[in-house]
């Protein structure tokens, strides 16, 4: 029987990326993200001789990991910091501070993305993430969003090291 997947089972934590003991994750506060699409991008090109009409080849070019975060901004700010750190006395930062905007540069983050809930231990682990185009949505009747898009460097399967 297929059992179809909804994204309220699913779990999104994020660390600063200096932080190497990835059962940290557990540790993280939940982001109360609304959004969290992901992308890879890898560019092809085809290969074509003479006197053929199919191509020969295909040449992979670079693979681009990238994604966005959408949130309620909220106003107890203290659900507003919700990437850990844990090297700074387990510090929190909010969006803004590894977006750079808050902070003098962007911070490197790591995400640990599970599309069915952490008991399955099925998912993405997002290294090198930098957190850029920072943005604050006001809209009078509505509720106020910030959101940021970002770019990675790694992307992996979850193992069990990532969990406590």
Known sequence: MVSTVKGWRGEVKIMVDTNTNTSWFDAAPDPYLDRNPLSTTTPTENIYAIGTKTAIDILEGEQEITGTVERSFMKNES??????SAEVSNASYTLADVAGVTLANMVDC???ILPN??????????????????????AAGDRT????????TGIRLITDADFA
Do not use: C, P
Request: charged share 25%; hydrophobic share 40%; no cysteine.
């Open 79 to 84: 659900f507003n910091t919700f990437i850990l």
């Open 110 to 112: 790591r995400m640990r």
């Open 117 to 138: 809930t952490s008991e399955d231990r099925q998912g993405y682990v997002v290294t090198g993430a930098k957190f850029h185009d920072w943005g604050l949505d006001l």
């Open 145 to 152: 969003v910030e959101h940021a898009d970002w770019t990675a």
